[in-house]
């Protein structure tokens, strides 16, 4: 099953300065390609283990006796390295974009280039979908999302279109979505926008903000005194709270100082400057160029 080409590759490897012993977690497993490589820098006392809601990446398993592979979403990482026996690891990885698998499935609904059901669920057990935020949120909600999740322009316009039409009958598809907004944009900059529409949506109904914070704070808890947090982050919501967090041990990016004058936070930034691919990553996997990578050190 194809999936992303791994992004910053090289760079999230050696941000998580790998001890060859050590223990070892990959946030979003997806197909597996910066699994393979953690694995490549571990001994035969090394372990890693992995997360992915989708089912779909369970055909990824990469066959090691170092490796588990945990079917569920990141944000009940604490528990579950307390069911596997794990109570502190050496680093942790967490690529937070969505795979090309997911753009590429028409069936998925992730991307507004080709038509199919507006789902946009990960974990496709999950009861919210795309078609019901659409059709049964109430205006000022849906308005609330399309700015805060997408900063989508007009998005009281686009709210009142999307209410005219849901009351005639049902929005279902990608299409009908597309077809029906997309009057509401420059054509010039169509496209961008249309991804920031669907990107808002696909938060809402993954409540991926909600998980990447209790996710953060519980990568917090279980590292080791100088394990790595590796981040990779594609839109400037998920890498606002990343950088707040890694600054000062907030989402807000709020500053406490102990008596001493010293930061009171649990982590010690690596890159003071955030790190992007290179143009030729970018040449060779378009979908890499609103990549961000931070790298935080538990203190």
Do not use: W
């Not at 707040?244 to 400057?273: A, Q, T, W």
């Amino acid at each position: 099953m194809a999936y992303h080409v791994p992004v910053l590759l090289a760079e999230s490897i050696e941000g998580l300065r790998i001890k060859p012993k050590g223990i070892y977690i990959d946030l979003t497993f997806g197909g597996g390609g910066h699994s393979r490589a953690i694995i490549r820098n571990l001994s035969s006392k090394g372990r890693l283990i992995a997360f992915d809601q989708d089912k779909e990446a369970l055909t990824n398993r990469i066959e090691d006796p170092r490796f588990k592979l945990v079917n569920a979403n990141f944000k009940y990482l604490y528990n579950y390295l307390r069911y596997l026996g794990v109570v502190q690891v050496d680093g942790i990885l967490a690529d937070l974009g969505v795979s090309s698998h997911h753009f590429d499935s028409p069936d998925r609904g992730f991307s507004y280039r080709t038509d199919g059901p507006l789902d946009m669920r990960m974990n496709r057990s999950a009861q919210l979908t795309a078609a019901e935020v659409v059709n049964s949120y109430q205006p000022e909600r849906l308005k609330e999302i399309l700015e805060q999740y997408g900063e989508v322009p007009n998005a009281k316009r686009v709210v009142g279109v999307i209410c005219r039409e849901r009351g005639r009958k049902p929005i279902e598809t990608v299409q009908q979505l597309r077809d029906l907004v997309s009057p509401l944009f420059p054509a010039k900059t169509l496209n961008k926008e249309l991804s920031k529409l669907f990107q808002a949506i696909r938060i809402e109904v993954n409540r991926e903000i909600e998980s990447l914070q209790r996710m953060i704070g519980q990568a917090a808890d279980v590292l080791v005194p100088g394990g790595r947090f590796v981040v990779i982050s594609y839109h400037s919501l998920e890498d606002r709270l990343v950088k707040n967090f890694f600054k000062s041990g907030n989402f807000e990016g709020e500053v406490s100082k102990d008596f001493y004058g010293n930061v009171i936070s649990p982590f010690r930034l690596v890159n003071r400057k955030v790190i992007v691919p290179s143009d030729a990553e970018i040449e060779e996997n378009p979908r890499a160029r609103s990549a961000k990578l931070r790298i935080g050190e538990k203190v």
